[in-house]
């Protein structure tokens, strides 16, 4: 099959709780399809950074951007940070 049936180039993702975990799994498998993705953590910010670096290692495109999900002023900030460095979200 060809990689083009599933690529996401020109597209934007976002995921939260992308510093471990299925969020690092998914972030990096969106990424390797083309996607930008605006990776979100909360608490660990080695964990992010390292995280990030293994997404840009794999020639992935994105940001790291810090914000608690759990409030919604945060959570307007972090679809309009990454919307202002990616693009808009799809």
Do not use: H, Q, W
Not at 17 to 43: D, I, P
């Amino acid at each position: 099959m060809s990689d083009e049936l599933f690529s996401l180039k020109g597209k934007v993702a976002l995921v939260t709780g992308s510093s471990t975990g299925l969020g690092k799994v998914m972030a990096m498998a969106l990424g390797k399809a083309g996607a930008k993705v605006a990776m979100n953590y909360f608490n660990n910010e080695e964990r992010a950074n390292s995280a990030f670096a293994e997404f840009e290692a794999a020639g992935c495109e994105g940001a790291m951007i810090r914000a608690n999900v759990t409030d919604e002023d945060e959570v307007n900030r972090l679809v309009s940070e990454a919307s202002e460095k990616l693009g808009p979200i799809d």
